[in-house]
């Protein structure tokens, strides 16, 4: 059997073989028109994806210096974060593209991914909304190497710097080099998001 194929290979890569197959034609390529309905509604999106519990982080990182002096530290709730590679030492989180927060933490170029624990349900909360001042009455300390805002609580915490970023539809995979990361003492269980509520 293995002769046979040696043989059709050679006689099928030989000049005089005839018929040689025609490469496929490229598929055209083109936008969505604005009439065709999108093949999934966001709200059932949403609905099964739903069904896939998430851990929950507050993302952070330092403030920029501007024309005034440093700037106040940045930060938002995501629950869409991962870890990507052992060697070298990679994670990622999604955030949305009309995310107000993100272009201060792409000025920073570094950031600390703080893992939320049961207990911190308030204080994602407090990260979740746009606009004020997020970290009033938060009690934090720097990251050893970004100096982004480590929370006092999480029990895990993920120093790195922006090592590079994606487009995703109408989201950023913005993918992190760790540099540092630790946890607390203590056996806290996480803070899970699950069917649009905590658990």
């Known amino acids: 059997m293995a002769a046979a194929a040696v043989r059709y290979l050679r006689s099928a890569s ?3 073989a005839a018929n040689p197959v025609d490469p496929l034609p490229r598929p055209d390529l083109r936008a969505v028109g604005t009439d065709e309905r999108p093949p999934i509604e966001p709200t059932e999106f949403r609905r099964v994806l739903g069904h896939f519990p998430s851990g929950v982080t507050v993302v952070t990182a330092p403030g920029v210096a501007d024309g005034e002096g440093d700037g106040p530290p940045a930060g938002f709730a995501c629950q869409s974060f991962s870890s990507l590679s052992l060697d070298p030492p990679l994670v990622a989180f ?5 995310s107000t927060t993100w272009p ?3 000025r920073a170029g570094v950031f600390c991914v703080n893992v939320l624990g ?3 349900e308030a204080l994602c909360r407090g990260f979740a909304v746009s606009g004020g ?3 009033a009455d938060v009690a934090y300390d720097a990251a050893p190497v970004s100096g982004a805002p480590r929370l006092a609580g999480a029990p895990a915490w993920i120093d790195c710097t922006i090592h590079a970023v994606h487009p995703g539809g109408d989201h950023l995979i913005v993918i992190g080099r760790v540099h ?3 946890t607390t003492d203590g ?3 996480p803070l899970l998001f699950h069917k649009g509520r905590f658990v």
């Open 14 to 16: 030989s000049p005089e």
């Open 94 to 98: 999604m955030v949305g593209r009309t």
């Open 104 to 106: 201060r933490v792409a």
């Open 118 to 120: 049961a207990h911190q």
């Open 133 to 135: 001042d997020k970290f």
């Open 180 to 182: 540092a990361l630790g």
């Open 187 to 189: 056996d806290e269980p």
